[in-house]
């Protein structure tokens, strides 16, 4: 169980980068697991509104918008894809 959890979990990292790159224009290697997203990359809300509605649209997963205040790097919103992809699978 633990394997396919750290598998979904990496692959999940893969795509959330990829579409975190794309959509506030960073270069390859620039984003961190840690960056701040508005402190770090000159990012807004909006951008981010921008990240999350095109990781459910390509990943299928909802987050609920009341966590997007939290979701301030890559690691938490990784954190938050993989928690709500887990529940849409279980729910």
Do not use: C, W
Not at 2 to 23: G, K, L, P, Y
Not at 43 to 70: F, M, N, Q, W, Y
């Amino acid at each position: 169980m633990t394997q396919q959890t750290v598998a979904t979990a990496a692959d999940f990292q893969e795509q959330v980068s990829r579409i975190v790159i794309e959509e506030l224009e960073l270069e390859e290697g620039e984003l961190t697991g840690s960056g701040h997203f508005i402190d770090d990359y000159d990012s807004d809300s909006l951008s981010l509104i921008t990240v999350v509605s095109r990781i459910e649209k390509e990943l299928g997963v909802a987050i609920p918008k009341t966590e997007l205040g939290d979701l301030v790097n890559l690691s938490l919103l990784v954190e938050a894809v993989v928690q709500h992809a887990a529940e849409s699978n279980h729910g």
